[in-house]
């Protein structure tokens, strides 16, 4: 009933920038918070930033100074612009929402996630 899809990943040479985006679509009533996480080989998955529908904004030390989220809520994505790439940003990042349906007369609450968009940063 709700499909993330991402773009924008790829390979970046340490130094560089990439912009990742996440469309969410659906029997969507709300969007609550939206978010980032990344997922390297042999880790568990992190959170990278999150921004709520007010506009808050939460970022993981690792990256704060260096990456971005923002939202537009008109078309229901979410960004990431990531400047200053070092190698161990390399990932699997996956795009996250907190999104209340509609299902008959009622809404109910849930997290929904991405496939996941491969980030690799060379050093």
């Known amino acids: 009933q709700v499909q993330l899809v991402e773009s924008g990943g790829g390979l970046v040479q340490a130094g560089g920038s990439l912009r990742l985006s996440c469309v969410v679509s659906?029997?969507?009533?709300?969007?609550?918070?939206m978010g980032w996480y990344r997922q390297a080989p042999g880790k568990q998955r992190e959170l990278v930033a999150v921004?709520?529908?007010?506009?808050?904004?939460n970022y993981a030390e690792f990256v704060k100074g260096r990456f971005t989220i923002s939202r537009d809520n008109a078309k229901n994505t979410v960004y990431l612009q990531m400047n200053s790439l070092k190698p161990e940003d390399t990932a699997v990042y996956y795009c996250?929402?907190?999104?209340?349906?509609?299902?008959?007369?009622?809404?109910?609450?849930?997290?929904?996630w991405g496939q996941g968009t491969q980030v690799t940063v060379s050093s």
């Open positions: 996250y929402a907190d999104v209340r349906i509609v299902v008959g007369t009622t809404t109910i609450d849930g997290d929904y």
């Open positions: 659906g029997r969507i009533f709300s969007i609550n918070a």
């Open positions: 921004i709520r529908s007010g506009g808050n904004t």
